[in-house]
């Protein structure tokens, strides 16, 4: 994984002292907070609704170790004792002190982490596919290009005020794990005619208020050419994106206004007379931080072979584990939704474990997931069984990989001063009323997502069912959607009817689910694939009578 060098570490160490000072001087008074707003911002510490709330930046989803030890301190020293995992593969603490923040900062720093740029109208932290690396369907490695996209956008001069916030995923599988086309833009790693690599650019997805799917607006771009490329996407998206109504500032609303065929038309035009000035890095930077990503050291001589004997064993070996291009080797996915748990929330206690386990069976490397579970990608198969042991004994191995259980939850109203309802109590009721991992496999495949507002921070337009709170006449209420997806087979999910209070959405999605097993095809016919079949008329059926 990357290293900071001398370059890096001196950035963040001046970040660092820049916001003590900034932080000394609201503490005395002498800046307002509508001054500090935007400085604390830029560094990721929001004011919630009970506490500052930091959001600390994990690159690509990649950490180690080391790296994973510092956030279990973190927990203890300057939060209660946990964190919660984002779908942007982030890391929140939820009580922080204003006063401690710089010191949290500083001690973030000497493990070569920050939170710059984790909010604010800029290019937030560049997320990727958890198995980069070591997925057998993959083309090549993603993270050198999204480690390259990471130093480009920081601190860019021309995209540190856009007209909203702006994020990018890079994949390199036709397997998207990483939801690419709800990005503002989604590149994926292909091969062209002659093999050589490049990527498909998709521009202008999204959820929040007006969700939308991405366009392709180019089918192949040499790697060599894809920074100065998206740099043509954001400076026609700084050039007209909407700065007098927040709510069509992104970039999807001036693709959608302008037309995708004329929005590339522009983006083309623009690279054309970019792509002479040689703003592309030089290729001995692609090799510098390409050679960081250098495969680990292998046992070549891993046996293949599994002891399935242990059913529980043999449970989440089935669920919870992938293959890997390495023979003797396999990819294993952590949960952090225990039925019951707080989905994406782990302990200092875990993390530390975690920290460990990954040094012991991994290469001392640990993944955040799109879906706010963690991945040892480099677990040689002889391992799995000891590893599997070691998290059933710190409650993290449940066996649940997207099953109905494994649901995707933002902070809803317990923390967030935005949200109109809570999403946690909703995501353990769910869990809770499909513990039954007999019943969760019957059932099979199914995304449920939860957000507490329209921002669509638990993602709910992607899916397959999907819980929107809103407010409504001051009370708690939740919409229902389905049919959505943020794989490669990206939809949209459609609002089935009138909300429901707290209660009353976890008996509708009861209903739902109980619905698409009298009308699919077979057990191996998944939610999603009958919703399309069949619609939404079986299940409005169920749910309102």
């Known amino acids: 994984m990357y290293s900071y060098d001398a370059y890096d570490q001196a950035i963040v160490d001046a970040r660092v002292d820049e916001f003590r000072d900034q932080v000394a001087r609201r503490l005395a008074n002498e800046i307002t907070e509508d001054q500090f707003k935007p400085l604390r911002l830029m560094n990721g510490l929001y004011l919630q609704l009970h506490a500052y709330m930091l959001r600390i930046a994990i690159p690509y989803g990649t950490l180690s170790a080391k790296q994973m030890r510092m956030l279990a301190y973190v927990a203890r020293r300057y939060d209660r004792g946990y964190g919660h995992f984002t779908t942007r593969q982030n890391i929140q603490y939820n009580w922080i002190k204003l006063a401690e923040a710089p010191d949290l900062m500083a001690d973030l720093a000497t493990a070569e982490m920050h939170a710059i740029q984790t909010s604010g109208n800029c290019i937030r932290n560049i997320s990727s596919d958890q198995f980069a690396g070591a997925a057998a369907d993959e083309v090549a490695d993603p993270r050198p290009y999204a480690e390259l996209l990471r130093q480009w956008s920081s601190f860019h001069p021309e995209f540190s005020y856009l007209p909203r916030k702006f994020k990018i995923a890079v994949i390199a599988s036709d397997t998207d794990r990483a939801a690419i086309q709800l990005h503002d833009i989604g590149l994926q790693l292909v091969r062209g005619p002659g093999g050589n690599l490049g990527f498909r650019v998709y521009v202008g997805g999204g959820m929040g208020r007006t969700p939308m799917i991405g366009h392709v607006v180019r089918d192949f771009i040499p790697v060599g050419q894809y920074l100065s490329y998206c740099e043509a996407i954001l400076r026609v998206y700084n050039r007209y994106g909407r700065r007098d109504n927040i709510y069509k500032a992104r970039i999807k609303i001036l693709v959608h206004e302008l037309g995708a065929v004329e929005f590339t038309r522009q983006v ?4 054309a007379e970019m792509e002479p000035l040689g703003l592309d890095a030089p290729a001995a930077e692609y090799d510098r931080i390409r050679a960081q990503f250098a495969e680990p050291d292998y046992d070549l001589a891993a046996s293949d072979g599994i002891d399935r004997g242990d059913p529980d064993f043999a449970l ?3 669920q919870n584990v992938h293959p890997h291009k390495q023979p003797g080797y396999a990819i294993a996915t952590i949960s952090l939704k ?60 449940t066996p649940n990989l997207d099953l109905v259980t494994d649901i995707i939850a933002c902070p809803g109203l317990d ?8 999403s946690i109590p909703v995501a353990q009721q769910i869990a809770e009323r499909f513990a039954s991992l007999d019943r969760q496999h019957d059932i099979g495949e199914l995304k449920i997502k939860v957000s507490g507002c329209i921002n669509a921070c638990g993602h709910h337009h992607a899916g397959h069912i999907g819980i ?14 389905l049919g959505g997806s943020g794989a490669e087979d990206a939809s949209l999910a459609k609002i089935l009817g009138p909300g429901f209070s707290e209660a009353g959405v976890v008996d509708a999605v009861e209903k739902v689910i109980e619905a698409y097993r009298t009308v699919r ?9 009958t919703y399309r079949r069949v619609g939404d008329a079986p299940f409005k059926a169920a749910v309102y009578g």
């Open 268 to 271: 083309e035009a623009e690279w």
């Open 316 to 318: 989440w070996l089935d």
């Open 338 to 397: 225990p039925v019951g748990g707080i989905p994406g929330d782990a302990t200092a206690e875990q993390m530390d474990l975690i920290a460990d386990l990954a040094d012991r069976y991994a290469f001392g490397e640990i993944r955040v997931t799109h879906s706010q579970n963690l991945v040892l990608a480099h677990v040689r198969k002889a391992d799995l069984y000891s590893l599997w042991a070691a998290l059933a004994e710190a409650d993290l191995a």
């Open 415 to 422: 923390y967030c001063a935005l949200a109109n309802a809570r």
């Open 468 to 481: 929107l709170g809103v407010d409504r006449k001051g009370e708690e209420a939740y919409q229902l959607s």
């Open 521 to 529: 095809t077979g057990p191996d016919e998944r939610f999603l694939d």
